[in-house]
């Protein structure tokens, strides 16, 4: 049973347009997800997080909005570069609990 | 210092062979966290240590024996091993019972079972 579900396995984006990923998840007792980015043979790099009192949070060029009735949430990262090129895994907790559940992962590619 | 350092960076051991994984912390983490990730899969939780003592155990089996001999450090000890637990195993740390969940990762250890 898959929780947490990044439906896109891979995304390709032209450089200085905007990446959209999204994540969907099944448990409502959720109440704090985050965005890891992966580069091969590196563990992943935390991004971006938001708790489920809030729908948008911004970082920078990143910014994770949370749709709690839909239960989506979505990372933008614009503009887009090259150095954003990884797999970006969608994680979420609930309850104070330190297990994060992980979707399956989106490679994302920005091209030239 | 916001790293979690991890060694070796490869191991390649043997079914009867008796290895250790090793990670450390020095950002004053009270919990630390093993996980393991398969090619093209999410990490897998394996365990969870808070304040120095194990809090989760995802029913690993015992072939896997974690230790925490300080708030610091995290060993994953590992003996008679299968060639399907070749993986990548990764090692966080996060701060415990605070409203952060954020954990660190490592860069994680490449290991080989022939």
């Known amino acids: 049973d898959q929780q947490v579900k990044q439906n896109s396995p891979s995304l390709s984006v032209q450089e200085g347009r905007i990446s959209i990923l999204n994540c969907d998840y099944t448990?409502?007792?959720?109440?704090?997800f985050l965005w890891y980015k992966k580069y091969p043979a590196e563990g992943p790099t935390f991004l971006i997080s938001?708790?489920?009192?809030?729908d948008k949070n911004e970082d920078g060029r990143f910014t994770v909005f949370l749709n709690k009735s839909a239960k989506h949430l979505s990372l933008h990262i614009v503009p887009s570069q090259p150095g954003d090129s990884a797999v970006y895994f969608c994680?979420?907790?609930?309850?104070?609990?330190?297990?994060?559940?992980f979707g399956q992962g989106t490679r994302l590619t920005i091209n030239p | 210092d916001t790293e979690v350092t991890q060694t070796p960076k490869h191991l390649v051991m043997g079914m009867t062979n008796k290895k250790s994984l090793k990670c450390e912390q020095h950002?004053?983490?009270?919990?630390m966290y093993w996980y393991k990730q398969k090619a093209k899969k999410p990490p897998e939780l394996m365990f969870v240590?808070?304040?120095?003592?194990?809090?989760i155990n995802e029913s690993v089996p015992s072939r896997f024996s974690p230790e925490c001999p300080n708030s610091s450090l995290l060993n994953l000890h590992l003996h008679a091993l299968q060639p399907e637990d070749s993986a990548l195993y990764l090692c966080?740390?996060?701060?415990?019972?605070?409203?952060?969940?954020?954990?660190?990762f490592g860069p994680g250890t490449r290991l080989t079972v022939t």
């Open positions: 966080a740390s996060s701060q415990s019972g605070g409203a952060s969940y954020e954990q660190y």
């Open positions: 448990n409502s007792m959720f109440d704090y």
């Open positions: 938001i708790s489920s009192i809030k």
């Open positions: 994680a979420a907790s609930f309850g104070g609990a330190q297990k994060l559940v």
């Open positions: 950002m004053g983490h009270r919990a």
């Open positions: 240590y808070s304040y120095e003592k194990l809090s």
